[in-house]
């Protein structure tokens, strides 16, 4: 079978779909990271910024920079968010120095990055020591699925469609 490549080109769809999602789940992420104000932040699979403006809104960081390798989400998220930094670049190949960050956090990204053992140690190279990598993701296993589309998902299933997860 030939890969699947899961892309992200539309950000004000996805946004409209999974805005609100995302910002409760993460508003619960950053109540238990509970981040000093101030801190250096890197934002990894930003998509249309949900998660930077959170951070930005709740976090009162001294900076924060989002990647993502749509450039369509970038764009987007520039757009609708002028205080934090915007770039195009992929998780396993970050464009920055080590140390440079307080905080690298990836919100509902992980299970769409292909190598996941070599984005970690990218997230890892970009902090400073006794810096925090943190991610999330939606509950999901054989079993259960607590993500907000899981009913769309079933839906599809019963149908017949072939539904693909990450």
């Not at 925090?132 to 999901?140: K, P, Q, S, T």
Request: overall charge neutral.
């Amino acid at each position: 079978m030939p890969e699947v490549k899961v892309a992200f080109d539309d950000a004000a769809a996805y946004e409209r779909v999974m805005g609100r999602w995302s910002g409760a789940v993460g508003a619960r992420f950053l109540d238990w990271l509970a981040p000093a104000s101030g801190l250096r932040w890197l934002d990894v699979g930003c998509g249309a910024g949900a998660f930077t403006e959170l951070v930005l809104k709740r976090c009162s960081p001294g900076s924060i920079v989002g990647v993502d390798p749509a450039a369509a989400q970038i764009d987007y998220a520039r757009r609708q968010i002028s205080t934090a930094e915007f770039r195009t670049a992929d998780a396993m190949a970050l464009p920055f120095a080590d140390g440079e960050f307080d905080i690298v956090a990836s919100a509902l990204v992980i299970n769409f990055i292909p190598d996941r053992a070599k984005a970690l140690n990218e997230m890892r190279r970009m902090l400073r020591p006794g810096g925090i990598v943190a991610a999330y993701l939606w509950h999901r296993s054989a079993t259960a699925n607590d993500a907000p589309f899981a009913p769309i998902e079933r839906g599809l299933e019963t149908i017949g469609a072939n539904v693909l997860r990450p």
